[in-house]
């Protein structure tokens, strides 16, 4: 079985501090792992994921991820936040033998100006 | 504009009342799911189908039909709605053939659903 867990049910940070949201893993087999975007009254944006090769994977909007295998983790991370940042924020797994997303429960992003 | 549609975006309806909310994918995705989404619960699958009339359940199925007559359409039935169907209903699709699993799925913007 697969499964993620994010956590922290809320992150906050100052405006132009990196923000790191956490998520970790379990998954049989070789894992693809999605970061998600929820912003107030909207559907879920696809910001980025991790199929294979380097470790550090950029996507939309400016944010980072770091898959680190001996860990099961795979953080989403950016460099410098911006209050239009704020939303919630969804980790997923998908194992090498279905096409079923496993979301994490969400952790919410507050930045703060 | 490839796209996941669903309809209505808002509902209120008493319990009992069957409803469906409709779902409609123009990117020739073989796989599409529904999901609810509640607080502290994160998304739950409800059903998910791999092709054209093939439907399975996912983790929380009581209480909802789905059908997949056609591959671009993905209804969500639910037969008689009751307070616990509360919740935010999103329909998502994907391809699903092969080595498609390194691929993202797409999400419509969500049904907001009370059963009162």
């Known amino acids: 079985a697969q499964s993620v867990a994010q956590p922290e049910d809320q992150v906050n940070v100052a405006e132009g501090n990196p923000l790191t949201v956490k998520c970790t893993y379990s998954v049989s087999g070789n894992p693809y792992l999605f970061w998600y975007v929820q912003y107030p009254n909207r559907g879920l944006q696809f910001l980025l994921k991790y199929i294979t090769g380097d470790n550090l994977v950029k996507g939309s909007y400016g944010f980072e991820a770091e898959f680190n295998k001996s860990q099961t983790s795979f953080h989403l991370k950016k460099p410098s936040a911006l209050v239009s940042d704020s939303a919630l924020y969804f980790c997923a797994v998908r194992d090498g033998t279905g096409y079923a997303l496993n979301f994490g429960k969400g952790t919410s992003l507050l930045v703060t100006p | 504009e490839a796209q996941v549609t669903q309809n209505p975006r808002y509902l209120i309806t008493v319990t009992g009342k069957k409803l469906t909310v409709t779902c409609s994918q123009n990117m020739n995705h073989e796989y599409m799911s529904w999901y609810r989404q509640d607080p502290g619960l994160g998304l739950r699958q409800i059903y998910y189908?791999?092709?054209?009339?093939?439907?399975d359940k996912g983790d929380v199925p009581e209480g909802y039909k789905v059908s997949r007559k056609e591959k671009r359409n993905f209804p969500l039935i639910l037969e008689s709605p009751s307070p616990n169907q509360t919740s935010l209903y999103f329909c998502?699709?994907?391809f699903g053939h092969g080595g498609a699993r390194n691929t993202e799925a797409f999400f419509g913007q969500g049904t907001r659903l009370t059963v009162v």
């Open positions: 998502a699709s994907s």
């Open positions: 189908s791999m092709n054209v009339e093939v439907t």
